[in-house]
């Protein structure tokens, strides 16, 4: 089974430019989670995907960043303009939705992104 | 609201020798635990998780945990480290309902000394 996929892997940007970052989920698998790694912190959760339909975006800076899932498979994660404090790993996760059975999340390899 | 408190952001064992990572958490309603490891530029991976039932978890690697609910804790064992659980570890708690979404620790790296 492949796993969450998240391109690019490495970005680096000037403050005050534009970035998108991708992922595609695992194949099934409804729910999907946006979360900031800043160095040295646990991962936090910018927003939440079920389906095309957004959860929880109450800690997405939203006068800057936006996120869409469109045909509630890849989705997009958008910083403009970027700031110096955004640099950061980004995660992507996934999560099988079920009814009753809990289905923990499961991560991609990250977006390290470095704002100059 | 949710937290998750972990003791320790470093913490160095020897080969051979008992790794323990300590994790407390505070949550209005039954939690869900998890322990992820992360390994240098790589996404998270789950070890184990708490949910429902038996309070001890096995996980992958060797790894074990504990849910003890009058203490508030979910600390990670492992009885013989070895060079490759070299990582950073992170707990984290969910709600048993609702947008199940992870409240995550700032993690622990663990270091073993050959």
């Known amino acids: 089974e492949a796993g969450v996929a998240q391109s690019p892997r490495y970005k680096i940007i000037e403050k005050r430019q534009s970035v998108a970052f991708w992922c595609n989920p695992i194949s099934g698998h409804a729910t999907l989670y946006w979360y900031q790694q800043i160095l040295g912190q646990g991962p936090k959760l910018l927003i939440q995907?079920?389906?095309?339909?957004?959860?929880?975006d109450s800690q997405l800076p939203k006068d800057r960043f936006s996120a869409e899932r469109l045909k509630g498979v890849d989705s997009t994660l958008k910083i403009q303009p970027a700031k110096l404090e955004d640099s950061a790993v980004y995660l992507c996760?996934?999560?099988?939705?079920?009814?009753?059975?809990?289905?923990?999340?499961?991560f991609g390899p990250g977006t390290r992104l470095t704002v100059l | 609201a949710q937290s998750v408190t972990q003791l320790g952001s470093h913490v160095s064992v020897s080969e051979g020798a008992l790794v323990l990572l300590r994790c407390n958490y505070s949550?209005?309603?039954?939690?869900?635990l998890f322990w992820y490891v992360q390994y240098p530029n790589q996404g998270l991976q789950l070890l184990l998780k708490y949910t429902t039932g038996a309070t001890l978890v096995k996980g992958i690697n060797g790894f074990e945990a504990e849910f003890k609910k009058s203490e508030t804790s979910f600390h990670l064992t492992k009885p013989s480290a070895h060079m490759s659980d070299a990582a950073e570890y992170f707990c984290?708690?969910?709600?048993?309902?609702?947008?199940?979404?992870?409240?995550f620790g700032t993690g622990t790296r663990l270091k073993v000394l050959a």
């Open positions: 984290a708690v969910s709600k048993s309902a609702g947008t199940y979404k992870y409240i």
């Open positions: 996760a996934s999560r099988y939705l079920t009814g009753r059975t809990y289905n923990e999340q499961f």
């Open positions: 949550s209005s309603v039954p939690p869900y």
């Open positions: 995907f079920q389906n095309n339909g957004v959860v929880d």
